[in-house]
C-alpha cells in the first residue's frame, strides 16, 4: 500500500501548466521529513526533480526545471505542491512523490504527465 497519493497529472499542451500534489494516506503524517518529486519518462531512469525541507522551506531543482517548477507545501494538510509551468514535451513522465528522513523512503504510486507538442 503506497503512503503517499498523488494528484493532479494529465494532457496538456506544450507551454501550459499543471499543479500535482502529495497527500500522505490516512493515518500518515511525515512531519519532518524531507519531501520531493522525481519522475520517470519511458525506457529511462527514476530522476530528481525537486525537493523541500520541511524545517525550513528550502528548496532544490534539478537544472532541467529551474525557473519553471515551485516546489511548496501546506503543512495544515501535510501535502506537498509541484507547480509546472513552460511545460515541454521532454516533461513527459510519471511524477512520483517521496518522503525522506534519515534514508528511509516512502513512495506514492506516480501520477502520469503527458505534455503535447
Known amino acids: 500500500q503506497a503512503q503517499l497519493v498523488e494528484s493532479g497529472g494529465g494532457l496538456v499542451e506544450s507551454g501550459g501548466s499543471l499543479r500535482l500534489s502529495c497527500t500522505p494516506s490516512?493515518?500518515?503524517?511525515?512531519?519532518?521529513?524531507?519531501r520531493a518529486w522525481f519522475r520517470q519518462a519511458p525506457g529511462k531512469e527514476r530522476d530528481f526533480v525537486a525537493s523541500?525541507?520541511?524545517?525550513?522551506?528550502?528548496?532544490y531543482y534539478a537544472t532541467s526545471v529551474k525557473g519553471r517548477f515551485t516546489i511548496s507545501r501546506d503543512s495544515t494538510k501535510n501535502t506537498v505542491y509541484l507547480q509546472m509551468d513552460g511545460l515541454k514535451p521532454d516533461d513527459t513522465a510519471v511524477y512520483y512523490c517521496n518522503a525522506n528522513l534519515g534514508g528511509t523512503n516512502f513512495w506514492g504510486r506516480g501520477t502520469q504527465v503527458t505534455v503535447s507538442s
Open positions: 490516512a493515518g500518515r503524517t511525515f512531519e519532518n521529513y524531507e
Open positions: 523541500i525541507n520541511w524545517s525550513d522551506d528550502e528548496t
